[in-house]
């Protein structure tokens, strides 16, 4: 088949089938930028091999890059290549969950993390499970609404006032998450609830997609969502 009829999945699927360039993704996955110097050595690349493979990148949109003084920063393109990386790698490693997720650039990201806007990892699951727990969430055409149950809930035992979903995107729905294979809460509500635990000093920024419990979030959120959640 003629190259310019070569259909797009084919063609994404490409960049992805390259150890190399899959090497290169899966250490942008953490969210943080990375040099070509960088990701030559998470691919097992020379520089100049890794200069073609990130071109290839750019062109097909997996990656953008970031000029910052005298250096070059790379970042996935969009939460949309993440998220598509993200679901080839719950595939991939189904058989080896556990070993991927004690390496290193993973395991900071296993217990809380960004998933571009709302709260994953085993926390987000947990928040996820507790706010299910208490009947919070009713099952709409698009994902959930929020029960009266589940307001006072987010009321009570969290100091928060949820906005009315202001119908510009979906307003709460089930994601899988990538370490616990397992849903987490994604949308307006989801994103807003984040939000609010940053403002409440529970949750700090790290690096890249990275977030941490504080001894406050220890001692306030942690109670608030009751018993642990299987995982």
């Given at each position: 088949?003629?190259?310019?009829?070569?259909?797009?999945?084919?063609?994404?699927?490409?960049?992805?089938?390259?150890?190399?360039?899959?090497?290169?993704?899966?250490?942008?996955?953490?969210?943080?930028?990375?040099?070509?110097?960088?990701?030559?050595?998470?691919?097992?690349?020379?520089?100049?091999?890794?200069?073609?493979?990130?071109?290839?990148?750019?062109?097909?949109?997996?990656?953008?890059?970031?000029?910052?003084?005298?250096?070059?920063?790379?970042?996935?393109?969009?939460?949309?290549?993440?998220?598509?990386?993200?679901?080839?790698?719950?595939?991939?490693?189904?058989?080896?969950?556990?070993?991927?997720?004690?390496?290193?650039?993973?395991?900071?990201?296993?217990?809380?993390?960004?998933?571009?806007?709302?709260?994953?990892?085993?926390?987000?699951?947990?928040?996820?499970?507790?706010?299910?727990e208490r009947g919070g969430l009713l099952v709409a055409a698009e994902g959930f609404a929020l029960s009266d149950a589940g307001r006072a809930w987010l009321g009570s035992g969290l100091?928060?006032?949820?906005?009315?979903?202001?119908?510009?995107?979906?307003?709460?729905?089930?994601?899988?998450?990538?370490?616990?294979?397992?849903?987490?809460?994604?949308?307006?509500?989801?994103?807003?609830?984040?939000?609010?635990?940053?403002?409440?000093?529970?949750?700090?920024?790290?690096?890249?997609?990275?977030?941490?419990?504080?001894?406050?979030?220890?001692?306030?959120?942690?109670?608030?969502?009751?018993?642990?959640?299987?995982?």
């Amino acid at each position: 088949m003629p190259r310019e009829h070569e259909p797009r999945l084919a063609r994404s699927a490409a960049m992805v089938a390259d150890a190399a360039r899959s090497r290169m993704l899966s250490r942008l996955l953490s969210g943080e930028a990375a040099t070509a110097g960088e990701l030559a050595a998470a691919a097992s690349v020379t520089p100049a091999t890794a200069s073609g493979h990130l071109a290839q990148l750019l062109d097909a949109g997996f990656v953008i890059c970031e000029p910052r003084g005298r250096h070059r920063y790379y970042r996935l393109a969009s939460p949309t290549v993440a998220h598509a990386l993200e679901a080839l790698a719950l595939v991939a490693e189904a058989g080896e969950r556990d070993a991927a997720w004690q390496r290193p650039e993973r395991a900071r990201l296993r217990e809380a993390r960004c998933c571009y806007g709302h709260l994953a990892g085993r926390l987000g699951v947990r928040l996820f499970d507790a706010l299910r727990e208490r009947g919070g969430l009713l099952v709409a055409a698009e994902g959930f609404a929020l029960s009266d149950a589940g307001r006072a809930w987010l009321g009570s035992g969290l100091g928060f006032a949820p906005a009315a979903p202001n119908g510009r995107r979906r307003y709460a729905y089930a994601c899988m998450d990538w370490s616990q294979r397992r849903d987490h809460l994604a949308g307006q509500l989801a994103d807003e609830l984040l939000a609010h635990c940053l403002a409440r000093g529970w949750l700090t920024r790290g690096e890249g997609r990275a977030l941490a419990l504080t001894p406050r979030g220890h001692a306030e959120l942690l109670p608030a969502l009751g018993p642990t959640a299987p995982t």
